[in-house]
């Protein structure tokens, strides 16, 4: 049994990782964030409160050190902010609760200003968040990032800023629309450094000391596998690998890439934004999931795209990701259906295919083949042991495990922070 674990999704987002980390936080030592930035939410409801996070680890609302890791994108007002709400809920984090690595990006207001323009003016939108997520990996590549440890220099700072607005700037002329100052951004930064600099430090070298101490280390992957940046489906992607690899990436402990891969999907499959969606629904069986599920965006409040469950898209994630067990959210909303469809593949022009293709072109004329189930039309609401599941909802489960070839270890039955079933443990 390892002591490292990755929860990822499976799916495009939003399949209640954050709910599953906080699950598994309470067998852990230390929770690690290591992909993405505050696009990404989770919604988590404990002992009857709703906590909202974006950036914070989850294991923070059980007492357990977090850390924020190379990996992410940072908007450092979005992280204070975020720290005051939950303090206000009751939560205090301090220092030695939360590790902030000092090479992960900073997001400026020039990054969302970046986004927002280049999201207009696309022909045909990606439907990002318009937070800057992307133009900051972009300019971590293109090697003018701005880093958290950059702002305990002033003089580096200025610099650094100065020659990265110089290239915002141009593209922000470019598609007309205001320049940012660099003196004011600098000015701002500097203000927000006394508050976040405390934080900051190497997460590598603590990850390493924790792993060699025999921690037990969760890590908690942001997005989900089809909005990889090179494996999902291109280009309505986010801006980052969500691949388990990205976690020794993202964290700087090599050691990572030995944990167990837990993969998070819902019982049927959601979509925020632009994109193809083979087993999408309409209409009024789709309202119907949105209404149940509560599928609305997070941080943007978007409606999501409702559909049945994509086993095929699935079946290809799991062998991307060497997923060991996968955790299914949500059964309980597909407690009023009569019948249930298993998308297990496409047709596409006519010709079957098992998995999901790469080319934009072929994902767009995805037809769904589907396999029929029986629907168990009573409620599963709270109920915590398999066999007291209905028969029909424990042959759908099984028959999702059948098909890939992939136990399912635990199964939610409510947004209830305990309304889950453990067949297995995922460690």
């Known amino acids: 049994m390892s002591n490292k674990l990755i929860v990822i999704g499976m799916q ?59 990996g992410l994108v940072i908007d450092p007002e979005a992280l204070l902010a975020e720290l005051d709400r939950v303090a206000q809920q009751g939560l205090a984090i301090t220092p030695g609760q939360l590790l902030v690595d000092e090479t992960a990006t900073l997001v400026l207001p020039s990054h969302a200003a970046l986004d927002q323009a280049e999201e207009a003016q696309r022909r045909h939108p990606i439907g990002t968040t318009g937070r800057g997520i992307g133009p900051a990996f972009a300019d971590r590549a293109g090697r003018r990032a701005i880093r958290v440890g950059d702002l305990a220099d002033p003089t580096l700072l200025a610099q650094k800023v100065d020659e990265a607005l110089h290239y915002h700037n141009s593209l922000l002329a470019a598609w007309g629309q205001p320049r940012h100052d660099p003196a004011a951004t600098v000015s701002r930064l500097l203000a927000l450094a006394p508050r976040l600099l405390p934080y900051v430090g190497s997460s590598w070298q603590r990850l390493q000391q924790a792993d060699q101490a ?90 999501r795209r409702c559909g049945w469950l994509d086993i095929a898209l699935l079946r290809q994630g799991l062998q991307l990701a060497q997923v060991r067990s996968l955790a299914l959210t949500k059964l309980d909303v597909l407690d009023t259906l009569p019948s249930l ?11 079957f295919q098992a998995n999901f293709p790469a080319s934009a072109a072929e994902q767009a004329a995805c037809e769904p083949v589907y396999e029929t ?55």
Not at 20 to 34: E, K, M, P, T, Y
Not at 396 to 421: F, G, H, K, M
């Open 12 to 70: 495009w987002g939003d399949e209640g990782k954050g709910r599953i980390v906080d699950l598994l936080s309470q067998q852990a030592d230390r929770v690690v964030r290591f992909n993405g930035g505050h696009n990404a939410g989770h919604t988590l409801v404990v002992e009857g409160q709703t906590w909202k996070l974006a950036l914070l680890p989850c294991g923070l609302l059980h007492g357990k050190p977090g850390v924020i890791g190379s």
């Open 214 to 303: 025999g921690e037990r280390l969760l890590f908690e992957g942001a997005q989900a596998l089809m909005l990889d940046n090179s494996h999902g489906s291109y280009p309505f992607v986010t801006a980052s690998s969500t691949l388990p690899a990205q976690a020794v990436l993202g964290s700087g402990l090599g050691a990572a890439a030995q944990a167990s891969v837990l993969g998070v999907c819902k019982a049927y499959t959601t979509r925020v934004g632009a994109g193809p969606f083979p087993s999408e629904l309409s209409g009024e069986l789709a309202d119907l999931l949105r209404q149940r599920g509560h599928e609305y965006g997070t941080n943007t409040g978007r409606p």
């Open 341 to 351: 469809q298993l998308c297990v593949g496409y047709r596409i022009r006519g010709v």
């Open 373 to 427: 189930l029986p629907g168990w039309q009573q409620s599963t609401v709270g109920i915590r042991q398999f066999e007291a599941l209905p028969a029909a909802a424990q042959a759908y489960v099984q028959r999702i495990a059948t098909l890939l070839d992939c136990p399912v270890s635990l199964v939610s039955t409510s947004p209830e922070r305990e309304d889950i079933i453990t067949l297995q443990q995922p460690w």
